[in-house]
């Protein structure tokens, strides 16, 4: 168990709609990242969160957006959802406090899109 | 430039040998950690092993162990003793300092071990 967790696990939602995938970073971790893996392929990076504010973005689609509250859980939005959406969405987090620090990852949330 | 390059995308093994993952990484950063993590069908994410750029011994953990050629900036993994349980994809990362220590993958290598 990383110790971050996400939810849901599986989400099976149709074309046009909006979900909201949850996460909660590890206890003392500031950073948090979002990734998507498509099927079979490697990991593509949407975008970081560091103590409640963004930090970098990756290949984010202008119908998704993130955020982190306070308590430094974040939620990452997907609207207008298109069958090619369907996807891993793993989140991570890490304590970021220079390069040797590790990132460790959620179980991911497995969305389909019908 | 690709930052991470893992150049095996498919890999098989027989069960009770050693097996090295290639993974070599570009950075002009003296300050860098290079991460290794293993990905079964079930799908999540598994930490595996870190070594830091200024670490002069090669990290172990277990059955797995990191070889840190700096010079050549390869980062190999190496299984020993391979176990139908490593069958899995696996992800070589690298971060350093520049964009706010930004973490970056390999497009993964799958491991396959035969009975």
């Known amino acids: 168990d990383s110790g971050v967790t996400q939810t849901p696990k599986h989400l099976i939602t149709a074309t046009g709609q909006r979900v909201t995938l949850r996460c909660s970073p590890r206890?003392?971790?500031?950073?948090v990242y979002w990734y998507q893996q498509s099927l079979d392929q490697g990991l593509q990076f949407l975008i970081q969160?560091?103590?409640?504010?963004?930090?970098a973005k990756g290949n984010i689609l202008e119908r998704f957006s993130a955020q982190q509250f306070p308590d430094l859980h974040s939620e990452l939005n997907l609207s207008s959802l298109e069958l090619g959406d369907s996807a891993l969405y793993f989140c991570?987090?890490?304590?970021?406090?220079?390069?040797?620090?590790?990132?460790?990852f959620g179980p991911g949330t497995r969305l389909l899109v019908l | 430039a690709q930052k991470i390059t893992q150049t095996q995308p498919g890999m098989f093994v027989q069960e009770k040998e050693a097996v090295t993952l290639d993974c070599t990484y570009d950075?002009?950063?003296?300050?860098?950690?290079l991460f290794w993590y293993k990905q079964p069908s079930s799908g999540e994410m598994i930490f595996l092993i870190y070594q830091g750029s200024y670490d002069q011994q090669n990290a172990t953990e277990g059955r797995y162990s990191l070889n840190f050629q700096k010079a050549r900036k390869s980062a190999n993994l190496v299984i020993s003793a391979s176990q139908l349980g490593d069958s899995a994809m696996y992800f070589c990362?690298?971060?350093?300092?520049?964009?706010?220590?930004?973490?970056?993958f390999g497009s993964g290598t799958k491991l396959n071990v035969k009975p």
């Open positions: 969160y560091y103590n409640g504010e963004e930090r």
């Open positions: 206890s003392g971790d500031l950073s």
């Open positions: 990362a690298m971060r350093d300092t520049s964009f706010f220590n930004k973490f970056y």
């Open positions: 950075t002009s950063d003296p300050s860098y950690g």
């Open positions: 991570a987090s890490s304590a970021d406090r220079g390069a040797g620090e590790t990132q460790y």
